[in-house]
Structures are given as structure tokens and as C-alpha cells.
């Protein structure tokens, strides 16, 4: 950890919070607030809910996810890390070294889990109030938690009331490392991750697609899910139907 906290204020390529609309909307989120506390709850709660969780480049400055809508955990640490320093508050970054097939808990079915690698990072915000660091993680978004949590306890929703670690509900056997506070990722944020093949991400968003349409109770996901998916796949996008059947059931 860098004992400078004026470093966790500075502007990088991907933490651009001089970028017009990020000072808008950090601006207009704010406004109400009457402290650092305050500012930061709100942000939080804003990029938690407004930038709906989903796959894709992850080497995106903050002004590419808030103009995109919609992002994966390293996507929204950005955005939420950059809106705090944009409001002259101390963040960084946070780095978990997890097992990938298992981090997503029973919500991916065995035929999606096999495609991921089986080591995986996962971003989330380091934030500073009143000299403490406190971690704060605004990946899964209500609507997700709300069609999932019932029967996957990963994506729990996260609260967060502005003192304590605010953090995903993962299994603790899952993590295998929690590295920081770093007040710089972006040499991390332009390498291209090593197994992100487009068939993969495209499949994964569109079994986030499912998820968030699926309207049937799920009793028991390792039987459910798989059957449900592939149902909708292939009503929803036959070529996709297709590419599941040959690549992902193989």
C-alpha cells in the first residue's frame, strides 16, 4: 500500500475524471450530499444499480463504461474509483485472485463454468474516509440480485452504509489472494485477458440475458438452469442455439 493518499486523488488514462461527463454526473449524484460519507454512498449505490453487470473489454477508461451503460466488476471499479477521485475523495483498487470455475456459485451451469479459466481476477474499489480504507465491491446490480440470489448465494446483494467492507457474498475457499489498495491499475488494465475468447463472452452475456428474463422459480439450478437456458437460446438466437450445442456441450 502507497502511504501518499495524494496519489489515490491523481487522473490516469482510465480513471479520467476531468472527462466532461464524468464530472457532470459525479456532480449531479453529489449534489444533495453533505459529506465525504455521504458522496460516497451515493456513488456507490449509482454505479451498483445504473451500470448493469455484463462480459466484455475490461480496458475501458471510466468515461468508455459510463457512455457504454454496462460493464463486468473491473468495468465498474473504474467507474466507481474514478467518480470518487472526481470527488476528491481518496479510492483505488482492490485485486482478488479467485478460482474462476467456482466464483460464480451454482448460478452457471457445468457446460458455461468449463470455458473459464481456472484462476480469474476480480476488481473491486478501495475507498478512504476518515483515514480508513474500507473495500467496496459494486458488481452485481438489484435487478441481477433480485432474479438470482434466492438460489445463489454469490450474488447476494451488497449493501453498503458507508463503514465497513462492503464485499461479495463469495466463499471464502474461492479466494485465492486479496491484494491491496493500489492507486494504479492501468498497466493491468491493457493487458487483454488471456482466455476472453468472443464466443465465450458473447454466450456468457447472453445467458445474462436469461437470467434476467427468466421468470420460472428455480428449485434446483444444476438441473433447472442448463434446460431453461437452452430452451431460451434457442428461441432467442438460433445461431447462438447452434454454437452452444456443438462448442459449449462438447
Known amino acids: 500500500m502507497h502511504k501518499d493518499l495524494g496519489v489515490f486523488l491523481e487522473e490516469t488514462k482510465y480513471c ?43 480496458g475501458l477508461s471510466a468515461s468508455e463504461v459510463l457512455k457504454q451503460g454496462h460493464g463486468m466488476c473491473t468495468n465498474k471499479a473504474v467507474l466507481l474509483t474514478t467518480f470518487l477521485r472526481a470527488s476528491h475523495i481518496p479510492a483505488g483498487f482492490g485485486i482478488l485472485k479467485v478460482k474462476g470455475q467456482e466464483y460464480f456459485g451454482l448460478i452457471a451451469p457445468k457446460t458455461l463454468k468449463d470455458k473459464v ?71 493491468r488494465l491493457q493487458k487483454k485477458p488471456k482466455k476472453a475468447k468472443k464466443i465465450v463472452i458473447n454466450m456468457g452475456n447472453y445467458y445474462l440475458d436469461f437470467l434476467r428474463e427468466n421468470n420460472i422459480k428455480i428449485i434446483n439450478p444444476s438441473k433447472q438452469l442448463e434446460l431453461l437456458f437452452k430452451k431460451w437460446i434457442k428461441h432467442n438466437n438460433f445461431f447462438y442455439y447452434i454454437l452452444y450445442i456443438l462448442y459449449f456441450k462438447r
Open 16 to 58: 479520467n475524471f476531468n472527462h466532461p461527463e464524468i464530472q457532470k454526473i459525479t456532480s449531479n449524484i453529489t449534489k444533495n450530499c453533505k459529506d465525504d460519507k455521504e458522496k460516497s454512498i451515493a456513488l456507490f449505490y449509482w454505479v451498483r444499480d445504473n451500470i448493469k453487470y455484463r462480459f466484455g473489454n475490461w
Open 117 to 187: 479459466s481456472k484462476k480469474s481476477v476480480h476488481f473491486y474499489s478501495y475507498v478512504n474516509l476518515d483515514n480508513k480504507w474500507i473495500k467496496i465491491d459494486p458488481s452485481v446490480d438489484r435487478e441481477l440480485a433480485n432474479k438470482t440470489n434466492y438460489f445463489n448465494p454469490t450474488t447476494e446483494l451488497t449493501e453498503w452504509l458507508g463503514d465497513h467492507d462492503a464485499m461479495e457474498n463469495l466463499d471464502p475457499k474461492d479466494i485465492l489472494e486479496d491484494l491491496g489498495p493500489f492507486f494504479f491499475v492501468d498497466d
